[in-house]
């Protein structure tokens, strides 16, 4: 500062203009953790009694807590997250009744969706989830999990944003929120092994041009999973023994 000289005060135009231009930077890391943690937990990257940790996750994402506490608390009121009595957020041991509830509904709404869609289905929607479903077998053949994972629930959410609603696709990503962590225990499930038989019989019922039959083709791949996961619930709910350890990486963008 010159001698002599005052700092001069900014006037409220001027701050507001400042304050106007940091809120994209901050909604931007907002939504930067949101697409992590939602995209993380619809394909079982995270895991049933899975503790979030805070910190690990802000390193992670390169962010400062706070976004990360807020996106935690909005999982926590949309169910996909709970608090323990201790205070930690963790991602929920589904019970026997609730992952039976969420199975059931999933398969009326997805149903839906997947019935609205074949009644419109272009013969591109047909190549792109051949395609995805062949990269699907690929991964299902190589073992590879996370790629499993990533292809089923792309398999899915391009066959049910093909239907146009914009009513369904809210309520099916809030079911994939509170289902997508166990999906990654159907595939150690020994009584189910995945192999994509049902995505099969989806595409099969896309070409013919039979809606009803993709619908039934698609209530039997949510039910066959549910089934098999309510197999292996036990009293304490479903949970990995080995899920606080679990690092997935993923694509989240």
């Given amino acids: 500062m010159d001698e ?44 049933p009694g899975q503790v979030m940790s805070l910190r690990k996750l ?12 807020e996106v935690l608390s909005g999982l926590v009121v949309a169910n996909a997250l709970e608090e323990t009595k201790g205070g930690s957020l963790r991602v929920p041991r589904l019970s ?28 591109e929607l047909i190549d792109n989830l051949t395609t995805i479903n062949r990269q699907l077998l690929v991964a299902i053949e190589n073992r590879d999990i996370l790629n ?38 159907s595939l150690l499930i020994p009584s189910m092994p995945w192999s994509a038989a049902h995505h099969k019989e989806i595409l099969a019922a896309l070409r013919r041009n039979e809606p009803p039959a993709a619908k039934k ?11 098999a ?5 036990g009293s304490q709910g479903l949970e990995l023994l080995f899920a606080h350890n679990s690092e997935l990486q993923f694509d989240y963008e």
Avoid at 58 to 69: D, E, F, I, Y
Avoid at 218 to 226: A, E, F, K, L, S
Avoid at 229 to 233: G, I, N, P, Y
């Fill in 217 to 227: 083709a698609v209530i039997q791949d949510i039910r066959t999973t549910g089934k």
């Fill in 58 to 69: 802000a390193v992670g994402l390169g962010t400062s807590p706070m976004p990360v506490r």
């Fill in 229 to 233: 996961l309510l197999s292996v619930t």
């Fill in 4 to 47: 002599g000289t005052m700092p001069t005060k900014k006037t409220n135009t001027e701050e507001a203009i400042e304050n106007d231009a940091a809120k994209p930077a901050r909604g931007h890391v907002h939504d930067h953790v949101q697409r992590y943690m939602r995209r993380g937990l619809m394909v079982g990257a995270f895991l």
């Fill in 148 to 185: 499993c994972l990533s292809f089923n629930q792309k398999f899915h959410f391009t066959l049910y944003e093909a239907a146009g609603s914009e009513v369904l696709m809210p309520l099916i990503e809030s079911l994939w929120l509170q289902s997508g962590p166990t999906i990654y225990m």
């Fill in 96 to 123: 026997s009744d609730k992952l039976s509830e969420l199975f059931s509904v999933r398969e009326m709404l997805e149903g839906t969706a997947t019935e609205m869609a074949a009644k419109k289905a272009r013969p």
